[in-house]
């Protein structure tokens, strides 16, 4: 299922938040994607309501299965564009803000294909 390009980013801010410091909650979102809170929320309960995340008691947000496959997916592509093109001479803020792009736009198929030619040929 294709979710928001933004809601995508989401997850993966939980994603890398989580693995920062494990309790994830609503204004560290806010604080890191440099959000307002009440756009965090209105995000927050779209994603809880279609299942790509849970919240407990204590307001924490932890991803489902479904949410953490996305999140996964899409940082490991920002990693990876981002590397390749600062490999490639362009400069990190850019290299960070294109791989931004980048990581939501390309296919599963095209990924693999580039990943595979970098990782096997270092051309680049």
């Given amino acids: ?3 928001q ?3 995508e980013d989401y997850l ?3 994603l890398i938040i ?3 410091k494990s309790s994830v909650h609503a204004v560290d979102i ?3 994607l440099g959000f307002s809170k009440p756009s965090v929320s209105v995000a927050v309960h779209k994603l809880q309501k279609n299942g790509y995340i849970t919240i407990n008691e204590n307001h924490e947000i932890f991803l489902t299965l479904k949410g953490r496959k996305i999140a996964e997916k899409i940082y490991e592509r920002h990693l990876f564009f ?3 093109l ?3 001479g362009v400069s990190l803020e850019i290299a960070l803000k294109d791989a931004c792009e980048i990581e939501h736009v390309i296919s599963e198929e095209s990924f693999v ?3 595979k030619l970098y990782y096997n040929k270092k051309l680049y």
């Fill in 82 to 84: 981002s590397q390749w």
């Fill in 113 to 115: 294909a580039i990943k």
């Fill in 12 to 14: 993966e801010q939980i």
């Fill in 86 to 88: 600062v490999n490639l």
């Fill in 30 to 32: 806010a604080n890191g």
């Fill in 5 to 7: 390009k933004s809601l």
């Fill in 18 to 20: 989580h693995n920062q």
């Fill in 1 to 3: 299922m294709k979710i």
